[in-house]
């Protein structure tokens, strides 16, 4: 079998990628209930899941990240809010793609604060689209622990407000 400089082999990842990033399009908040009861089984977490979606329909973009704050999950949502594909976020901290020149450091002073304190919280700060413009969000930060009492991931819940 001979490749040419156009052809590239296809392997097994390729298609669980996309299959995934298709199903991370598909869902959306109304399904945030539904993702986070798969979650907690995998995860084992102990947070029960009408406390941590609590007043879930009020927000427009929902992410999971583990506890190094790097993004597992992101809805629908999140992609119209921002311009970012799942696939663009999964693997990455949030902060790395949303913080730009008008993002104000005392805001992020008090989301690293609160973060270390392993209670829930909710925040205000100016976040930036893919394509650069800014946008004041409010977030709310579910931490998730598991039956051992360790930190796990963390619900973030966000509406765009000005």
């Known amino acids: 079998m001979s490749l040419n400089a ?3 082999p296809l392997i097994a990842g390729d298609f669980f990628l996309e299959t995934y990033h298709k199903l ?6 109304t399904y945030l209930k539904e993702v986070y009861q798969r979650m907690a089984q ?5 947070t029960p899941i009408d406390e941590a979606t609590e ?10 990240s583990d506890s ?10 999140f992609t119209k809010m921002t311009g970012y594909e799942g696939h663009e976020i999964i693997g990455k901290k949030p902060n790395a793609l949303l913080h730009g020149p008008q993002t104000i450091q005392a805001d992020r002073d008090v989301f690293r604060k609160q973060l270390k304190t ?13 394509n650069g413009e800014a946008y004041v969000c409010e977030v709310k930060i579910v931490p998730l ?9 963390f619900l973030a819940l966000e509406k765009e407000i000005a």
């Open 24 to 29: 991370c399009g598909e869902l959306n908040g």
């Open 42 to 46: 995998n995860y084992e977490w102990t």
């Open 6 to 8: 156009n052809s590239v």
């Open 68 to 77: 190094a704050y790097n993004v597992v999950w992101v809805d629908s949502g």
């Open 145 to 153: 622990y598991n039956a051992a009492k360790e930190l796990t991931h």
């Open 55 to 64: 007043d879930y329909a009020a927000y427009h973009a929902f992410i999971i």
């Open 118 to 130: 392993g209670k829930s919280f909710s925040a205000k700060i100016t976040n930036h689209r893919k």
